[in-house]
């Protein structure tokens, strides 16, 4: 089965979670387009808060309703992807660069469940490069700080996302920077440290945020509690 087929059984999976009458965090990514397409195909009335301006145009042409975050006390569920799936559900997310909104619809959500292909199981969080979004002004020395923890945890100096046409610049209009990791040994030490640094608005590591995860495998879709 290829990875593709694992995270459409999954986005399916998950719309089957969704009720009638909620407001449902819409999660970004190719695993999540996946779900946001189960969702409308299942024509219930809800209400979608979407985590880009990709998934929002997405929802937009299914004819999904939105609103926006800030339009609604709570979000019943949300379901979205990630880049890694470590031990206790503690993940890595941001590698479509949507981290910030994202992790605010999560925050806001009385339950989060992600959804993702079996190959982004690991025991380890830290092969895929953590992403850390950074306000544009002063980012060179954001970065520079970034690099002195980077070095704390015996890292190489994280690198700006840039795509063929420049930087990436997130829908909040701030810049990425990629940590390699390799091994994080301790995600909330890590996390914690770089919430530190004045200029970083936010990084990919989702910390005790998820309730559930749907993994698309060869034998089919298996939930994961933390
Ligand atoms: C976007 C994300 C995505 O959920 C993550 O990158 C997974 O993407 P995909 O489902 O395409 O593998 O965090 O910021």
């Known amino acids: 089965m290829s990875a593709d087929s694992q995270k459409q059984a ?3 999976a998950a719309a089957a ?3 009638d009458g909620m407001v449902v965090g819409l999660g970004t990514g190719s ?3 996946w779900f946001v397409r189960a969702l409308a195909a299942r024509g219930l009335d809800i209400r979608g808060v979407p985590t880009s ?3 929002s145009d997405l929802a937009r042409e299914l004819g999904i309703p939105l609103v926006a975050l800030d339009d609604v006390r709570r979000v019943d569920l949300t379901i979205d992807g990630a880049d890694e799936v470590g031990p206790g559900l503690s993940l890595i997310k941001g590698g479509g660069a949507a981290l910030l909104r994202e992790k605010l619809v999560w925050e806001a959500s009385n339950r989060c469940v992600v959804i993702a292909d079996a190959a982004k199981q690991v025991k380890v969080l830290g092969t895929f490069p953590l992403p850390i979004e950074v306000v544009r002004f002063g980012h060179v020395h954001t970065g520079q700080r970034l690099a002195d923890i980077a070095a704390e945890f015996d890292l190489p100096p994280p690198r700006l996302r840039r795509s063929d ?6 829908d909040g209009g701030n810049l990425i920077y990629d940590m390699m990791s390799g091994r994080i040994e301790e995600p909330a030490v890590l996390a914690a440290a ?4 004045t200029g970083v608005v936010d990084h990919g590591l989702f910390l005790d945020l998820a309730d ?3 993994v698309g495998t060869d034998a089919g879709v298996v939930r994961l509690t933390p």
């Open 10 to 12: 999954a986005g399916e």
């Open 212 to 214: 559930e995860a749907m």
């Open 194 to 197: 770089l919430k530190s640094v």
């Open 53 to 55: 301006d990709s998934t």
């Open 31 to 33: 695993t999540a387009a």
């Open 165 to 170: 046409r420049g930087l990436v610049i997130t």
């Open 17 to 19: 979670l969704v009720e």
